[in-house]
């Protein structure tokens, strides 16, 4: 799957059997939706949700927005049919839960191709237990399809029994691990879910800590996360004007044939100039959303 700079700061878990909430979605700030099928949804509620979901997206009206479906797992009576519904439903990626080898992303590729999925429906891969985290760099390079992982840090915590704590120092060994597997690969890959809502300062806290790791953005369980999240892994007005001297302060010495710059009183090479550029285009599809 190919990568482009696409905007992925917010990206909110939406019920798929609430035709409500996904109507509202398509007003909300919000860079990405994940139209649940999977633990938002009761089970007796799967089918009516199925439809309501593909009758949503086929819809349309989300403008930018990225529509993640996150299917029910291959292992239930739902998730084929799931993925058969979304292969051709017109979303952006379909989202397999709990997925713990390659063998799970191969499986739904086989089943999407089948069902008619055009090339450009990408499959994403929820991280959610201590299995998948130690299978994650096989996981990133199973197939052309991947576009990147979600972190399911609930899930993950209750596996490995330990503390939800401030600085997630329980969780960092795999949230580092699927970082790497994605940044080795190509892929996308968006931070879990903060699940107390009344304490603002901890979950931007937990923003900015996503931010310095490396994450693209933040999954978000209620619409009144969404502003704080844009704004935390949002690049700064000082950041993009810094990264603007250091392309164009580069360009000039290339030109003149000379590999390094320094700009604002630090040396600058390539890999400066890459992230730099990067950071710029980010700012531009942010500002034309």
Known sequence: MVQTVRPRRSVLYMPGSNARAM???????????ILDLEDAVAPD???????????????????????????????TSWGHEDLLAAATA????????????????????????????????AIWC???TPLGVLNVKEIAGSSARLGGFVMGTSDLAKDLRCHHTRDRLPL??????SLLAARAYGLGILDGVFLDLNDEDSFYYACKQGVELGFDG???????TIEAANKAFSPSQVEI???RRIIEAYGAA???????????????ENLHVEAARRMVALAEAIAAQ
Request: proline content about 4%; cysteine-free.
């Open 126 to 128: 929820m991280i959610e």
């Open 23 to 33: 109507e509202k979605g398509k007003g909300l700030a919000a860079d990405g939706l």
């Open 218 to 224: 933040k999954t978000l369980i209620h619409p009144k």
């Open 241 to 243: 004007a810094h990264a």
């Open 254 to 268: 290339a030109a003149e044939g000379r590999g390094v710059v320094v700009v604002d009183g630090r040396l600058v």
């Open 90 to 121: 017109g979303a952006d990626a379909v989202l397999l839960p709990k997925v713990e080898s390659p063998d799970t992303v191969r499986q739904a590729e086989t089943i999407l191709r089948g069902a008619g999925a055009p090339e450009s429906l």
């Open 45 to 75: 509620a799967k089918l009516e949700a199925r439809r309501l979901v593909v009758e949503a997206v086929r819809g349309g009206g989300y403008g930018r927005r990225e529509l993640f479906v996150r299917t029910n797992g291959l292992n």
């Open 172 to 177: 960092i060994t795999g949230l580092g691990l």
